[in-house]
């Protein structure tokens, strides 16, 4: 059976959908304030399986006459990178839904050099790995997102 990707055929609507019905149980069982700004921002994100930069939710923001200012999309955005619901990718300087934010984790991602398209990894293994890399080291790891740029299957297949 072949794991569902952002790389093949699913059900977006239904991403969507979950990542926000996650999102508010998270909120409410955190005891956090999911607003109407935080939340609209998470679902601008989850639109597309391509990242999305500040700048873009705020020109959407302002198509829909919210005429939000700057701060309030970054406000919103750091609300949601510190509670584990988006990530930031600073190779595109944009942000992507998280797909399992219920799970403390660090971020690892396949980025697709042509489409943009980005599937995140939930690997325990890696992360380890990293960890231990780091440790021989005498690095303690903070944070980490490790970001691989390539082709999908799609674009691969036009090449």
């Given at each position: 059976m072949t794991e569902t990707t952002v790389f093949s055929q699913h059900d977006h609507k239904r991403c969507i959908q979950d990542a926000l019905e996650t999102a508010k149980e998270l909120c409410r069982n955190q005891g956090l304030r999911l607003t109407?700004?935080?939340?609209?921002?998470?679902?601008?994100?989850?639109q597309s399986h391509t990242p999305v930069?500040?700048?873009?939710?705020?020109?959407?923001?302002?198509?829909?006459?919210?005429n939000s200012a700057p701060p309030t999309v970054y406000r919103?955005?750091?609300f949601l990178q510190e509670h584990?619901?988006?990530?930031?990718?600073a190779s595109l300087n944009a942000f992507i839904g998280c797909i399992a934010p219920e799970h403390g984790h660090q971020g690892?991602?396949?980025?697709?050099?042509?489409?943009?398209?980005a599937q995140?990894?939930?690997?325990?293994?890696?992360?380890?790995?990293?960890?231990?890399?780091?440790?021989?080291?005498?690095f303690t790891v903070d944070n980490m997102t490790l970001e691989v740029s390539g082709l999908c299957p799609r674009c691969k297949a036009e090449a």
């Open positions: 109407d700004t935080r939340l609209r921002v998470l679902e601008l994100i989850w930069g500040a700048y873009e939710i705020l020109a959407k923001f302002n198509e829909e006459g919210r919103a955005l750091e584990n619901l988006v990530h930031r990718l690892s991602f396949l980025i697709c050099r042509k489409c943009s398209k995140e990894l939930t690997s325990a293994e890696l992360e380890e790995s990293i960890q231990a890399l780091a440790g021989k080291q005498g």
